[in-house]
């Protein structure tokens, strides 16, 4: 089977990193892919989202699946164009139609489908740009730390917990008045404050069937001790000390079962990832956020756990013929710690060779914002790779990351150095 992905962050490279081991597989394209999918397969020079572009390489390479990374291409609605192309509508796709992807789309959207299927998640309240004085108002009226969300994609961005009454204002006037995410701002959510430690859900559905992947802890803020602005991520471990067959057993039963049932009582067309940002408040779990596609960096930890072939389980649920079946999951810890651009997640520099990646032991390396040029690896992101480490313990795990992102050097680098602490203490 010719197989495609699309994307170029770190997510990308560990599905390609996966994919390539199977022997169903037999030509592995990335589209753009990055510094690291070029030795999995063939990188292609297209944007994740240049539906005309993705659809001659589909035709040109004979691609039989295309499994969809990054969430803009899902929301833009690149299952619905396979399925009305007439050239593509028998190519298997693994993403979610748009419909179902306003699940990550619109935060208003998911709030209002969890109330509808009466999924746990924190109370909210919605308003529109021009509600700038209504939304100042509900404020006045709420109690602090609250998040404020824009309501549609900021690459991970476009959450601020606010601990003071003045930063949730200055929230508002940012989205409303300053414009800080473009369309993606347009609209907002307001919402309770959970207190509780948070946790990563995955799973893959044909739409009718689940099975469900390790889950993870991430890591969003720049600074230790989960200080400082959101990031796309800054590393990620799994498996998580509290998620024990008690609290995974609530999950499936109020939050995973319920949103699998909504999608099929709103009869949405829904092949691929679903992911679950959870809180766990005293043992009790609640939907943050949903997600369309895998997480990153979760997906640098998670993928290195499973201990099968995973690319018979793309296909089935991408044909509507996935078995409910658990995967055989390594009983080992996973951490992945990511380097990233100095500055980031502000302005940062590019371009920086980064030196030390044939030192590394015992470790993978997957790569997100990082490029090749002739023999150099040179950074392109913010988040320049993630060094992921499986062992017998969380300590051992964490402990052989972060000798290993010791070794490599590019100017400015920098790695939060906490990771995991809290689920050891836990």
């Given at each position: 089977?010719?197989?495609?992905?699309?994307?170029?962050?770190?997510?990308?490279?560990?599905?390609?990193?996966?994919?390539?081991?199977?022997?169903?597989?037999?030509q592995?394209?990335?589209?753009?892919g990055?510094a690291?999918?070029?030795?999995d397969?063939?990188?292609?020079?297209?944007?994740?989202?240049?539906?005309?572009?993705?659809k001659?390489?589909?035709?040109?390479?004979?691609?039989?699946?295309?499994?969809?990374?990054?969430?803009?291409?899902?929301?833009?609605?690149?299952?619905?164009?396979?399925?009305?192309?007439?050239?593509?509508?028998?190519?298997?796709?693994?993403?979610?139609s748009?419909?179902?992807?306003?699940?990550?789309?619109?935060?208003?959207f998911?709030?209002?489908?969890?109330?509808?299927?009466?999924?746990?998640?924190?109370?909210?309240?919605?308003?529109?740009?021009?509600?700038?004085a209504?939304?100042?108002?509900?404020?006045?009226?709420?109690?602090?730390?609250?998040?404020?969300k824009?309501?549609?994609?900021?690459?991970?961005?476009?959450?601020?917990?606010?601990f003071?009454?003045?930063?949730?204002?200055?929230?508002?006037?940012?989205?409303f008045?300053?414009?800080?995410?473009?369309h993606?701002?347009?609209?907002?959510?307001?919402?309770?404050?959970?207190?509780?430690?948070?946790?990563?859900?995955?799973?893959?559905?044909?739409?009718?069937?689940?099975?469900l992947?390790?889950?993870?802890?991430?890591?969003?803020?720049?600074?230790?001790?989960?200080?400082?602005?959101?990031?796309?991520?800054?590393?990620?471990?799994?498996?998580?000390?509290?998620?024990?067959?008690?609290?995974?057993?609530?999950?499936?039963?109020?939050?995973?079962?319920?949103?699998?049932?909504?999608?099929?009582?709103?009869?949405?067309?829904?092949?691929?990832?679903?992911?679950?940002?959870?809180?766990?408040?005293?043992?009790?779990?609640?939907?943050?956020?949903?997600?369309?596609?895998?997480?990153?960096?979760?997906?640098?930890?998670?993928?290195?756990?499973?201990?099968?072939?995973?690319?018979?389980?793309?296909?089935?649920?991408?044909?509507?013929?996935?078995?409910?079946?658990?995967?055989?999951?390594?009983?080992?810890?996973?951490?992945a710690?990511?380097?990233v651009?100095?500055?980031?997640?502000?302005?940062?520099?590019?371009?920086k060779?980064?030196?030390?990646?044939?030192?590394?032991?015992?470790?993978?390396?997957?790569?997100?914002?990082?490029?090749?040029?002739?023999?150099?690896?040179?950074?392109?992101?913010g988040?320049?790779?993630?060094?992921?480490?499986?062992?017998?313990?969380?300590?051992?795990?964490?402990?052989?990351?972060?000798?290993?992102?010791?070794?490599?050097?590019f100017?400015?680098?920098?790695?939060?150095?906490?990771?995991?602490?809290?689920l050891?203490?836990?």
């Open positions: 089977m010719n197989i495609l992905i699309l994307g170029s962050g770190g997510r990308e490279h560990a599905l390609s990193w996966m994919i390539a081991k199977s022997d169903l597989c037999d592995l394209f990335i589209a753009p990055n690291g999918t070029f030795k397969g063939i990188n292609i020079n297209i944007k994740p989202d240049d539906f005309e572009e993705i001659s390489v589909v035709l040109r390479h004979r691609i039989e699946l295309v499994v969809v990374g990054p969430e803009d291409p899902i929301v833009k609605g690149i299952y619905d164009y396979f399925k009305s192309t007439q050239e593509l509508k028998d190519v298997l796709i693994l993403a979610p748009a419909w179902g992807a306003k699940l990550e789309g619109s935060k208003e998911a709030k209002q489908f969890m109330e509808k299927h009466h999924i746990p998640t924190a109370a909210y309240a919605s308003f529109t740009s021009n509600q700038h209504e939304a100042r108002a509900y404020l006045k009226k709420q109690l602090v730390p609250i998040v404020i824009a309501d549609g994609l900021a690459a991970g961005k476009g959450v601020t917990v606010a003071k009454r003045e930063e949730a204002e200055q929230a508002v006037d940012d989205l008045l300053h414009n800080k995410f473009g993606a701002g347009s609209k907002l959510v307001i919402e309770e404050y959970l207190e509780g430690i948070e946790l990563s859900v995955f799973a893959l559905t044909d739409g009718e069937q689940y099975i992947l390790p889950e993870a802890k991430d890591y969003k803020q720049i600074g230790e001790g989960n200080t400082g602005p959101n990031t796309g991520g800054m590393g990620s471990v799994s498996p998580v000390p509290f998620a024990d067959e008690i609290f995974m057993n609530k999950v499936k039963a109020r939050i995973l079962d319920p949103t699998i049932e909504g999608l099929k009582k709103e009869k949405t067309d829904y092949k691929g990832f679903v992911f679950i940002g959870l809180m766990n408040v005293k043992e009790e779990p609640y939907v943050i956020e949903y997600n369309v596609r895998l997480g990153d960096p979760e997906t640098e930890a998670i993928l290195p756990r499973i201990d099968e072939d995973f690319l018979p389980c793309l296909i089935e649920a991408a044909k509507g013929e996935l078995k409910g079946r658990q995967l055989k999951i390594k009983n080992q810890y996973s951490a710690v990511m380097l651009s100095g500055g980031y997640p502000a302005d940062y520099e590019k371009n060779e980064i030196f030390g990646l044939d030192k590394v032991e015992n470790s993978s390396i997957f790569f997100a914002g990082a490029k090749l040029e002739g023999n150099k690896t040179l950074t392109c992101g988040r320049v790779l993630a060094v992921n480490s499986l062992a017998d313990t969380l300590e051992l795990a964490l402990d052989n990351c972060y000798s290993n992102a010791a070794k490599i050097t100017d400015k680098m920098y790695f939060r150095k906490d990771l995991g602490k809290d050891i203490d836990y």
